[in-house]
């Protein structure tokens, strides 16, 4: 029997964030980002943003490439979804994105980043914000490199300072700074 699909949960935002697909974990703690990888992910919030793990997960919209957890490699890791599980997950997706109409999407690893642009080289994207075209409106993206321990690259230079241009990019857009006021105003 396959684990359930992970979902981030009903959060309006105009923030939105894509991982590639859920861990072995998150299935069965039932949200994204929920061990290893979400660690790393939310110290950067809150080191850059200023925003715990809840604050993020009641403000940012959480979607993923592969809905399922793809499983494990020969060698133990978790396994890349293949070109047919993204495809079969990729409705759901483009539907998230046609009803938040996000201002501001967050793809999280080379793999989400990908569906939504060419990259060859983390380098040459992560610090950077791109403007995105969809359904005759522009939203900005801002990508960030996997959070994974099986990844040096974000604490390793040049990705550690493109990280941190990254993450002060989200901190400062209009989208998390109004989303943040919203919240603090509750």
């Not at 309006?12 to 861990?23: C, D, H, N």
């Not at 809150?46 to 490699?73: D, H, M, N, W």
């Not at 996000?102 to 690893?109: A, F, M």
């Not at 522009?138 to 490199?145: E, K, Y």
Request: charged share 20%; aromatic share 6%; hydrophobic share 45%.
């Amino acid at each position: 029997m396959l684990p359930p699909p992970v979902s981030g949960g009903a959060v309006l935002s105009k923030v939105m964030l894509v991982g590639q697909a859920p861990g072995v974990k998150e299935p069965v703690l039932a949200r994204p980002f929920a061990w290893t990888a979400g660690r790393t992910l939310f110290g950067w919030f809150s080191e850059f943003c200023g925003l715990s793990e809840a604050e993020v997960r009641a403000q940012i919209y959480f979607a993923a490439v592969c809905r399922c957890f793809p499983g494990k490699t020969a060698a133990g890791g978790d396994r890349v979804p293949a070109p047919d599980e993204i495809r079969n997950c990729s409705s759901w997706m483009n539907d998230e994105l046609d009803l938040l109409r996000p201002r501001l999407l967050i793809p999280v690893g080379k793999l989400a980043i990908g569906q939504f642009m060419v990259v060859a080289k983390l380098e040459d994207v992560i610090g950077r914000v791109f403007p995105l075209r969809r359904n005759r409106r522009t939203l900005d993206m801002v990508p960030l490199p996997h959070p994974s321990g099986a990844s040096p690259w974000h604490r390793i230079p040049p990705g550690k300072a493109l990280l941190a241009q990254a993450m002060r990019l989200i901190a400062q857009h209009p989208a998390v700074t109004e989303s943040k006021a919203i919240e603090i105003a509750k």
